[in-house]
């Protein structure tokens, strides 16, 4: 049980992470790569946001699981 709960937080953490690079690339402050099509793009922050989201509610999961 402690295996899944390490494992849903790892995944978790990199969902929250690869999120808030998303937004950082849509909204044009990370410009990293350079030949990125997701960069200074919106709608790429918005799927950022809702990435993060969802890597904070596994960790939360994670976390608080009997």
């Not at 099509?37 to 596994?58: H, V």
């Amino acid at each position: 049980m402690e295996n899944m709960k390490f494992l849903i937080s790892i995944a978790g953490f990199l969902a929250f992470a690869m999120g808030l690079l998303w937004i950082g690339q849509g909204l044009g402050y990370i410009k990293w790569p350079s030949s990125s099509f997701m960069i200074s793009r919106i709608q790429w922050a918005y799927y950022g946001g809702c990435l993060a989201a969802a890597g904070l509610a596994l960790i939360f999961y994670a976390r608080h699981r009997g």
